[in-house]
Structure formats: structure tokens, C-alpha cells
């Protein structure tokens, strides 16, 4: 088979690294890629225009595409690769819309009977102060902005000033519907399945570092490091979070909004049991290139039969530290210093890297991850700090408590 994945990270890098395993794989093309991973030796190509990677995959006989991330999700390509026969494994965008309506993936939690947060519907600045007003802050208030804002469109506030400090930034940048939440309290993971109407393939489950240190209210990232499996969940956790996408896909096929795709449940363990957060229409990233060096599944054979088959995993766990740019998450960033890599690690993924006159440099917030698997965590961490420490360029940055 021949594949294509869109993107350019490194959740798309360790998505053509599991393709490439299959041996049913003869092709696996990254679409634009970056030269991180041609290095690795991986197929890049440089197109960027939706027509363009179409006529590509035509002229080329790609019998599978598979976008990486929501913005390739939500254009047109599905359509336009079906009228050549070319499948996408991808949501359509109309219920592609869970990841890209806050509001609309709420109504549906809700009909499916899946417990999440309580919210309250916010459509103009007077509801917006009068909820404000209420709330006694005995516990803090979630401000969320309805549509896609790459993680910059949630605020917790733990008081009166800054929810209206932060209702005021929210109406500003994103404007109307706005949600405001109850605040969930517990430990967040995340968990993944690849599916097809109602039927799934549970793909196992990641815990992300979202924030830039370890002080819980510092800024929040794409995701600065993940290990997998969550060891915080118990065989009754692992039911409810299967029942969820039971539950959601259930839902999903009876309205004929028929769901093919991965599917990402951000979840949080509370005290009355599995919440639903959001729900991502792709994989995670970093989540990914923890998650996916570990499955020992044909991951074709997944994606082609959805649901049919169980994902086998390594039951080793894996720790995956991202290093980036002095400066993210602001716009303010260090970029483009030199990359030296004095030992190659075991497993490197590429995210912002351009090739610049001496080889690779820095040329985005999150620059690269490095992936360890081992026995238990302990060990996992360990090997994966040990080589990142081989990894450097000025002002290069990575938490040092992924997986403590
Ligand atoms: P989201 O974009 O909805 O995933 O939210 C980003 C982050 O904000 C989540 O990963 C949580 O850490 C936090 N968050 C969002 N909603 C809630 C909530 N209702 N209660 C507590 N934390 C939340
Ligand atoms: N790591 C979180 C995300 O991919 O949205």
C-alpha cells in the first residue's frame, strides 16, 4: 500500500514511522514533512495547496491519506481525494466539529449521557458578567472560546478579577458563543481509538504535560512531554473510558453523522468517576510519539478494519520529552540556532526545524522530542533524559519532570 500522512510535526513523523512497520506498507510519503525527518530517511514532499496534494496522490496511485492534524481535517481533501477513489482516514468535517465547537461537542457529551463538566452558554457580555457575578469562586470558573484556538482559548480563573480580566481577553479575540465551565478536579490523561461508525479499536491511553513548567497555572503548551501508558488508571477506569467512545460513536451513528477516524477523549479522572474534557478528531500531539512506539499491532491493518482487530501494545512504558525555543509559548521566540546532536538518540522525532547553511536549526516553539521505552517509567525517564542531554542549541528548553 501506498500512504500519505499530512503534517509536519512529530505526531506525524511517529504516525509514518508505525505505517512504515507494516509490511503491508510499499510507500509512506510526509506531506509538507520537515528535514528532520528526511534525515531520518523518511519521504518528504513540499506541497502545501490542497489541489496540489490531491494531484499528487493521483499521479502517484496513493491508496491511503492520512491528515495529521484538525485544519487538514476540516478542508476539503476528503472529497476531493474520493472522487479520484482515494480514501482518507479522517472525520468528515461536519462532525469533525467535536473538535472544533466547544458548544456543539458539549450538546452531544450530553445527549450520549457522558459526564462532563456542567457549563453554561454565554452569548453576549451582560449573560457574560452576570454568570461572573454568581459564582462564589469557593472552587474556580473555566472560560472557554467556542471554536479552534491552538490551546490559547481556555482560561481557569481562580477569582473575580481575573475571570473578568480573562471574559474581557476572551470576547476580544474570539468573540460570542463563549462557555464557561465548572472546574473538574483530578488528573488528566488522554485516550485514543481509531474508528469506524460504531465500531472502535481502543489504542491505548497517554498522559500530556501541557503547561511550560511544572507550576500548574504557568502558560499552557502544545504539550511539552508524555508518557504512556497512564498509570493512574484501574481496570474500572479503563471500562469507562471504553464506554465513552461506545457512547459517543453510539450517538454519533444513530444521527448518521457516521464517525471514521482517530478519536482523542482528553479525559480527567474525578471522584465521580471518567469526565469527558474535549474531544480531539486526531491523534495528540506529543501523546503520539509516546503511544505509538509502543504498539506492536499492524497499524494498517487497523486503520483498514477498524474495530475488528484489538491493538496489541508493548506493555513497556515510554517516556517523551519535547525540547524547545527560548521564548514559547510567546511569539517571542530564539529561532534559528544551529541543532548539535552529539549522539543520536534511539528515537527523535522533528517538529519546528528548517535546514539552514550548517544542517538542521530551530524554527519553531516546539523544536523536538525524544522518545525512551523501558521496563517501567523510572527507567523509561531515565534513558530519555540521558539523551536529550546529547541534544542542544541556544536557548533550548525541556521540562524535567515528564513522567515523575
Ligand atoms: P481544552 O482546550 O478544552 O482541552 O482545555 C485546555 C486545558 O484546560 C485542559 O487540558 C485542562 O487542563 C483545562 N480545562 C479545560 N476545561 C476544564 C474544566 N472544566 N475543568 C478543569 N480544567 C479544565
Ligand atoms: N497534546 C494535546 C493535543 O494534541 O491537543
Given at each position: 500500500?501506498?500512504?500519505?500522512?499530512?503534517g509536519?510535526?512529530?505526531?506525524?513523523?511517529?504516525?509514518?514511522?508505525?505505517?512504515?512497520?507494516?509490511?503491508?506498507?510499499s510507500?509512506?510519503?510526509?506531506?509538507?514533512?520537515?528535514?528532520?525527518?528526511?534525515?531520518?530517511?523518511?519521504?518528504?514532499i513540499?506541497?502545501?495547496?490542497v489541489?496540489?496534494?490531491?494531484?499528487?496522490?493521483?499521479?502517484?496511485?496513493i491508496?491511503?491519506?492520512?491528515?495529521?492534524?484538525?485544519t487538514?481535517?476540516l478542508?476539503?481533501?476528503?472529497?476531493?481525494?474520493?472522487?479520484?477513489?482515494?480514501?482518507?482516514?479522517?472525520?468528515?468535517?461536519?462532525?469533525?466539529r467535536?473538535?472544533?465547537?466547544k458548544?456543539?461537542?458539549?450538546?452531544?457529551l450530553?445527549?450520549?449521557?457522558?459526564l462532563?463538566?456542567d457549563?453554561?452558554?454565554?452569548?453576549n457580555?451582560?449573560?457574560?458578567?452576570?454568570?461572573?457575578?454568581k459564582?462564589?469562586?469557593?472552587?474556580?470558573l473555566?472560560?472557554?472560546?467556542?471554536?479552534?484556538?491552538q490551546?490559547?482559548?481556555?482560561w481557569?480563573?481562580?477569582d473575580?478579577?481575573?475571570?473578568l480580566?480573562s471574559?474581557?481577553?476572551l470576547?476580544?479575540?474570539?468573540?460570542?458563543?463563549v462557555l464557561?465551565?465548572?472546574?473538574?478536579?483530578?488528573?488528566?490523561?488522554?485516550?485514543?481509538?481509531?474508528?469506524?461508525?460504531?465500531?472502535?479499536s481502543?489504542?491505548?491511553?497517554?498522559?500530556d504535560?501541557?503547561?511550560i513548567?511544572?507550576?500548574p497555572?504557568?502558560?499552557?503548551?502544545?504539550?511539552?512531554?508524555?508518557?504512556?501508558?497512564?498509570?493512574?488508571?484501574?481496570?474500572?477506569?479503563?471500562k469507562?473510558?471504553?464506554?465513552?467512545?461506545?457512547?459517543?460513536?453510539?450517538?454519533?451513528?444513530?444521527?448518521?453523522?457516521?464517525?471514521?477516524?482517530?478519536?482523542?477523549?482528553?479525559?480527567?479522572?474525578?471522584?465521580?468517576?471518567?469526565?469527558?474534557?474535549?474531544?480531539?478528531?486526531r491523534?495528540?500531539?506529543p501523546?503520539?510519539?509516546?503511544?505509538?512506539?509502543?504498539?506492536?499491532?499492524?497499524i494498517?491493518?487497523?486503520?483498514?478494519?477498524?474495530?475488528?482487530?484489538?491493538?496489541?501494545?508493548?506493555?513497556?512504558?515510554?517516556?517523551?520529552?519535547?525540547?524547545?525555543?527560548?521564548g514559547?509559548?510567546?511569539?517571542?521566540?530564539?529561532?534559528?540556532?544551529?541543532?548539535?546532536?552529539?549522539?543520536?538518540?534511539?528515537m527523535?522525532?522533528?517538529?519546528?526545524?528548517?535546514l539552514?547553511?550548517?544542517?538542521?536549526?530551530?524554527?519553531?516553539?516546539?523544536?523536538?522530542?525524544?522518545?525512551?521505552?523501558?521496563?517501567?517509567?523510572?527507567?523509561?525517564?531515565?534513558?530519555?533524559?540521558?539523551e536529550?542531554?546529547?541534544?542542544?542549541?541556544?536557548?533550548?528548553?525541556f521540562r524535567?519532570?515528564i513522567?515523575l
Amino acid at each position: 500500500m501506498k500512504v500519505v500522512v499530512l503534517g509536519q510535526g512529530g505526531r506525524e513523523q511517529a504516525l509514518a514511522q508505525a505505517i512504515l512497520r507494516s509490511p503491508k506498507a510499499s510507500r509512506v510519503v510526509v506531506i509538507p514533512g520537515n528535514p528532520g525527518m528526511k534525515l531520518l530517511g523518511i519521504e518528504c514532499i513540499e506541497v502545501n495547496a490542497v489541489d496540489d496534494i490531491v494531484n499528487f496522490c493521483r499521479t502517484e496511485n496513493i491508496d491511503l491519506v492520512i491528515p495529521g492534524n484538525e485544519t487538514v481535517i476540516l478542508s476539503p481533501i476528503k472529497e476531493k481525494l474520493k472522487v479520484y477513489g482515494i480514501k482518507c482516514f479522517s472525520p468528515d468535517p461536519q462532525i469533525a466539529r467535536l473538535e472544533s465547537s466547544k458548544v456543539f461537542c458539549k450538546q452531544i457529551l450530553q445527549e450520549a449521557g457522558i459526564l462532563t463538566a456542567d457549563y453554561q452558554l454565554i452569548l453576549n457580555q451582560e449573560e457574560g458578567l452576570q454568570a461572573i457575578e454568581k459564582h462564589n469562586f469557593s472552587s474556580p470558573l473555566v472560560l472557554k472560546a467556542d471554536g479552534l484556538a491552538q490551546g490559547k482559548g481556555v482560561w481557569v480563573c481562580k477569582d473575580l478579577a481575573s475571570a473578568l480580566k480573562s471574559f474581557e481577553h476572551l470576547i476580544k479575540s474570539f468573540g460570542f458563543p463563549v462557555l464557561f465551565e465548572h472546574c473538574l478536579v483530578g488528573r488528566e490523561l488522554s485516550a485514543f481509538a481509531i474508528c469506524q461508525n460504531e465500531s472502535y479499536s481502543f489504542l491505548g491511553t497517554a498522559v500530556d504535560y501541557k503547561r511550560i513548567d511544572e507550576n500548574p497555572f504557568s502558560a499552557n503548551t502544545g504539550g511539552m512531554g508524555a508518557y504512556s501508558p497512564c498509570h493512574f488508571i484501574e481496570e474500572k477506569d479503563q471500562k469507562e473510558i471504553e464506554n465513552i467512545f461506545s457512547k459517543i460513536l453510539k450517538l454519533t451513528a444513530q444521527k448518521n453523522l457516521n464517525y471514521q477516524g482517530f478519536l482523542f477523549a482528553g479525559l480527567m479522572k474525578t471522584e465521580k468517576g471518567i469526565a469527558v474534557i474535549e474531544f480531539n478528531v486526531r491523534m495528540g500531539d506529543p501523546e503520539t510519539q509516546a503511544l505509538l512506539p509502543r504498539l506492536k499491532s499492524d497499524i494498517l491493518e487497523l486503520l483498514m478494519n477498524p474495530g475488528q482487530n484489538r491493538c496489541d501494545l508493548s506493555v513497556e512504558t515510554s517516556v517523551h520529552v519535547v525540547m524547545t525555543s527560548q521564548g514559547y509559548p510567546t511569539a517571542d521566540m530564539n529561532l534559528n540556532h544551529k541543532i548539535s546532536i552529539n549522539n543520536q538518540p534511539d528515537m527523535i522525532f522533528f517538529s519546528g526545524v528548517k535546514l539552514g547553511s550548517e544542517g538542521l536549526i530551530n524554527s519553531g516553539g516546539r523544536v523536538l522530542g525524544i522518545t525512551a521505552l523501558a521496563k517501567d517509567i523510572e527507567r523509561a525517564r531515565e534513558k530519555a533524559y540521558s539523551e536529550i542531554k546529547n541534544i542542544h542549541f541556544a536557548g533550548s528548553y525541556f521540562r524535567k519532570d515528564i513522567g515523575l
